[in-house]
């Protein structure tokens, strides 16, 4: 029944016109049919990922389509993806039900190194408490530790955060110093997954504070009338040079969108100076973005999240030179789909077809106030399963 739902939510487009490449599909039992462009397919796995005619963009198993179907996925889906495969230079591998230990291997800095920024607020800092991890990887996560129960350190994953615009941490990836202070956030999850799967030198490049809301301190550039009250982003910087000039700081105070100024300010400035932050490498390009934000939204405009997800998005792009960049967010552990904030992540994502959003309450414990209590697994599971998302996004 599952299936079937879920065969009968991508049917449900009430356009009248079919684009040129769009292929009119047929459910298992021949009873329904819809019409969407065939984006890629795994004949391994059997996944099928379509752009519909709305712009959303669904993923599901073969399974649920008729024989003939499967058939044409077989014959132009296998094509699709050699097609793809020849237009990219970093090649993406499966990701394995089991993440194995990491090989210990520094990655070939003669290819550009895959930057993935990190934004948001308190929780995407990072508050799991890394002891507490350390006693039960073995069992739950056994890639971050070696068979002496030591942390294992990834050789092709930089770890690099800043808070406030200051430098907080520059090392390879270890569970056992997530943000230079003895905890952690999603990055442990997501960097050991984007560095298993990622054939390139990748680096974590995080850059947030707490209690910031996107639509205040973190309002993008672009935003236009969507900030707390209405107002619009009030920042002098350009695209490109995101500082936090100590004039604007002194004619305004506080402004809406000081905090996108320096923590996009930060991540430029590290990459300007790149060897530093990945000794060895000599170019990159930003890949991805994640977003873990929304508790301070009450300060900000929760009516308005999915638009400034949209501004933001849109401006991260710009600012890093990066129109072919992901983008993935989580939503808060306490909310349910049926959440405002939840409701306004998974409208914008419907919208945009290089974006997802991790749904985290079914693994999340407490909330994101309380910073889920310092519990380990909520912070490794959002990071683990936000780094799948990205995965799926750069292999599509």
């Known amino acids: 029944m599952k299936k079937l739902h879920l065969l009968y939510t991508i049917i449900s487009v009430g356009f009248f016109l079919t684009p040129i ?14 019409v969407a462009d065939l984006k890629s397919y795994d004949e391994k796995t059997g996944k099928v990922v379509v752009k519909k005619l709305n712009g959303a963009t669904m993923r599901f198993q073969q399974s649920i389509l008729s024989a003939e179907d499967i058939e044409y996925l077989k014959s132009e889906g296998v094509k699709l993806k050699d097609q793809a495969a020849g237009t990219s230079n970093t090649a993406i591998k499966d990701v394995p039900d089991v993440l194995p230990d990491p090989d210990g291997k520094e990655a070939d800095t003669s290819k550009p190194v895959q930057v993935f920024v990190m934004m ?22 056994p890639y971050l530790v070696d068979d002496a129960g030591a942390w294992n350190v990834r050789k092709d994953v930089r770890n690099v955060f800043f808070c406030m615009g200051g430098l907080r941490y520059n090392d390879w ?23 298993h799967a990622i054939d390139a030198p990748v680096m974590i490049l995080k850059s947030c504070v707490g209690n910031r809301a996107l639509g205040w301190d973190l309002l ?52 300007k100076d790149l060897a530093k932050y990945y000794p060895g490498a000599t170019k990159f390009e930003v890949a991805g973005f994640f977003w873990w934000q929304g508790a301070a939204e009450g300060k900000g405009n929760v009516g308005t999240y999915d638009k400034n997800l949209a501004f933001l998005f849109n401006d991260l792009k710009k600012d890093f030179n990066a129109p072919n960049a992901k983008f993935v967010c989580a939503t808060l552990g306490e909310h349910d789909k049926g959440a405002t904030l939840s409701q306004k ?48 996004l750069l292999a599509e």
Not at 370 to 378: E, K, Q, R, S, V
């Open 21 to 34: 490449h769009a292929r009119t599909w047929t459910s298992a039992d021949g009873s329904k049919t819809f």
């Open 120 to 141: 948001g607020q308190s929780n995407m800092l990072g508050f799991g408490n890394a002891g507490a991890l350390k006693g039960t990887a073995g069992e739950k996560y």
């Open 173 to 195: 990836l270890t569970a056992g110093n997530g943000n230079g202070g003895g905890k952690f956030g999603p990055e442990i999850g997501i960097g050991n997954y984007l560095g």
């Open 220 to 271: 993008p550039p672009s935003a236009d009338g969507t900030g707390a009250k209405g107002q619009s982003y009030q920042g002098d910087s350009e695209y490109g040079n995101r500082q936090v000039s100590e004039k604007a700081k002194a004619a305004k105070g506080w402004y809406a969108g000081l905090q996108y100024d320096q923590d996009v300010g930060a991540a430029q400035n590290a990459l």
């Open 345 to 392: 992540m998974f409208a914008f994502a419907k919208k945009e077809k290089d974006a997802e959003v991790f749904y985290s309450k079914p693994v999340s414990k407490g909330g994101a106030n309380g910073h889920y209590g310092g519990d380990p697994d909520t912070y490794m599971k959002v990071g683990e399963g936000m780094g799948k998302l990205m995965i799926e």
